[in-house]
């Protein structure tokens, strides 16, 4: 069975923290991608990252990093510096083949300015 | 402008009425997908489909119906719509034959179904 679990429903901070938004998968695939997507109040929802399987390097983009652990199913996302703009809601996924995918039920982050 | 377009934004329709929620892109993209999103659930993917005439399950795809004959649309199609199926809707698609690239959104279609 395919599963994404975002236990955080809700999460607040104040301007200027950091945090992390956890992620947890469950698949029997060896191989997998996982994702995480933004949605902000606005509604859309935007692209922010992808790894493969295969690639448990960690990633770092600007004020974004991401912590690819496979050993314990575990595809954190963290803020650095929080902003209000990235009061949003925050979707990890998984995809085992490409064509399915499964995401998580969310995490609400609101930045207190 | 590259994008995917959904409509209409918002509607409101009765019990049974058969109705359409379109899904078109201009990226040649030839993955597209459906989903739906309701409060402490996420986003369920309902169908996908790997190019002109290829559609398959997701998750949750009773109660609806999809076509693909032309790669840009991707119509999601509710022939007796119940109220379970009040939701907000979303259409994605991506460049590759499969997910695995990122996905584009559509805006959104928010459905009630009194």
């Known amino acids: 069975a395919q599963k994404v679990t975002q236990a955080q429903t809700e999460i607040s901070v104040v301007e200027k923290e950091d945090v992390t938004l956890d992620c947890v998968y469950e698949t029997r695939d060896t191989t997998y991608y996982l994702f995480w997507y933004k949605q902000p109040p606005s509604g859309e929802l935007v692209f922010l990252i992808r790894?493969?399987?295969?690639?448990?390097q960690n990633e770092i983009s600007g004020r974004y990093s991401w912590n690819f652990q496979k050993s314990t199913s575990s595809f954190n996302f963290t803020i650095t510096a929080s902003q209000v703009v990235d009061s949003a809601v925050y979707f990890c996924a998984l995809s085992p083949t490409g064509n399915q995918f499964y995401f998580g039920t969310g995490t609400s982050l609101t930045v207190i300015p | 402008e590259a994008q995917v377009t959904q409509n209409p934004r918002y509607l409101i329709t009765v019990t049974g009425k058969k109705l359409t929620v379109t899904c078109s892109q201009n990226?040649?993209?030839?993955?597209m997908s459906w989903y739906r999103q309701d409060p402490g659930l996420g986003l369920r993917q309902i169908y996908y489909?790997?190019?002109?005439?290829?559609?398959d399950k997701g998750d949750v795809p009773e109660g609806y119906k999809v076509s693909r004959k032309e790669k840009r649309n991707f119509p999601l199609i509710l022939e007796s719509p119940s109220p379970n199926q009040t939701s907000l809707y979303f259409c994605?698609?991506?460049?590759?034959?499969?997910?695995?690239?990122?996905?584009?959104f559509g805006s959104g279609t928010q459905l009630s179904v009194l």
């Open positions: 489909s790997m190019n002109v005439e290829v559609t």
């Open positions: 990226m040649n993209h030839e993955y």
């Open positions: 790894r493969n399987s295969f690639d448990e």
């Open positions: 994605a698609s991506s460049s590759s034959g499969t997910g695995f690239e990122k996905l584009f």
